[in-house]
């Protein structure tokens, strides 16, 4: 009987790779290391780990004490999205796909001005949760199943708070005031939103008011407003916003300077005089009976030097801005003869 010498190459898949995360502290804030490893097999079928989706050269692989692993690191806010998914590629020599792992860094920060702790989910609100997922990706037809961790969240207060003007300018009486609070990051997002009125002498709060505020532009100084946005974890305040309101003429009337009993020759000044205005820019057109005597002057006085009886009238002014034009109520003139 012949025998006859044969030589059989074994080769066994890769074992599966494990990702995790690990906190590393800093001077100013806290980042974290996301790591993917996995057993190394054998020394003549080299495999890499790779993370996709990384921007720049943050992943760093390292070979030894019988282990392949890959290190990337992630910052621990995302402004613009409520997750981000870390994932893993595991390749052999010849550049096949074996496995496919990920991990979904998943909601908000820790609060602010907390440290985390060294255990990496002691700070977080759940441990992380292993579940196995298939992806699309596949392998000789074969779909390729890697371990998928979720992890529990970061959490903080509202972040980027605006307080923005609708409005198109000037604000004139008569329109709606819209203000909205804008909140850049915020998670959980159920906010609820508080508002500060502010003027020179007082500041009235108004509390679990809606996002927009809206009210009716009415005469008077300037005043400021703020909002603020909160959640279960705190509020943060918005920047001030001055609403000056544009408004005609208002509590207009005729001040008189004359003797008790005005008799020919005696001097007589009649002043129009404006409580408040918006702009303050005005004109004024005195009256006469129904007819004009001074029009579109920037003269607030009306000024007889040397009164005679014919000037025994009645006069009224009229005060305009760009906004709106307000008379006054009239006054009688009467010169006695002497």
């Not at 159920?190 to 009716?216: C, G, R, V």
């Amino acid at each position: 009987m012949l025998y006859q010498k044969v030589v059989a190459h074994v080769r066994e898949s890769p074992p599966e790779p494990k990702i995790e995360t690990v906190e590393v502290e800093s001077q100013e804030w806290w980042t974290m290391k996301v790591a993917c490893s996995v057993a190394y097999h054998c020394p003549d079928e080299p495999m890499t780990l790779t993370f996709i989706d990384l921007e720049g050269n943050r992943q760093k692989m390292t070979i030894g004490n019988g282990m392949i692993q890959t290190v990337a690191s992630v910052e621990p806010v995302w402004k613009d999205e409520k997750y981000r998914k870390m994932t893993c590629l595991l390749h052999d020599k010849d550049g096949l796909l074996r496995y496919k792992a990920s991990l979904e860094l998943d909601g908000p920060l820790i609060k602010e001005g907390e440290r985390p702790h060294q255990t990496p989910y002691t700070s977080m609100e759940k441990a992380p949760q292993v579940t196995t997922a298939v992806d699309d990706t596949s392998i000789d037809g074969q779909p390729v199943a890697g371990p998928s961790i979720t992890m529990g969240s970061w959490r903080d207060h509202p972040k980027d708070v605006q307080l923005v003007l609708l409005n198109d300018l000037p604000i004139k009486e008569g329109h709606d005031v819209r203000l909205n609070c804008s909140v850049g990051r915020s998670v959980p997002d159920d906010n609820w939103y508080n508002w500060i009125k502010l003027d020179a002498h007082t500041a009235e709060i108004q509390y679990s008011h809606p996002k927009l505020l809206m009210f009716p532009a009415t005469p008077g100084p300037a005043v400021s407003y703020q909002c603020e946005a909160c959640n279960r974890f705190g509020c943060m305040s918005s920047q001030k916003i001055s609403i000056e309101v544009h408004f005609s003429p208002k509590e207009v009337k005729i001040l008189k300077w004359s003797p008790e009993h005005i008799v020919e020759g005696s001097e007589v000044k009649l002043k129009c005089e404006v409580g408040m205005a918006n702009p303050s820019n005005l004109t004024y057109t005195w009256y006469r009976g129904e007819e004009q005597r001074k029009q579109n002057s920037t003269e607030e006085m009306l000024i007889f030097s040397s009164v005679s009886s014919k000037d025994s009238d009645d006069y009224w002014c009229e005060v305009s801005n760009s906004v709106g034009t307000t008379v006054s109520s009239k006054v009688t003139l009467c010169v006695l003869c002497e």
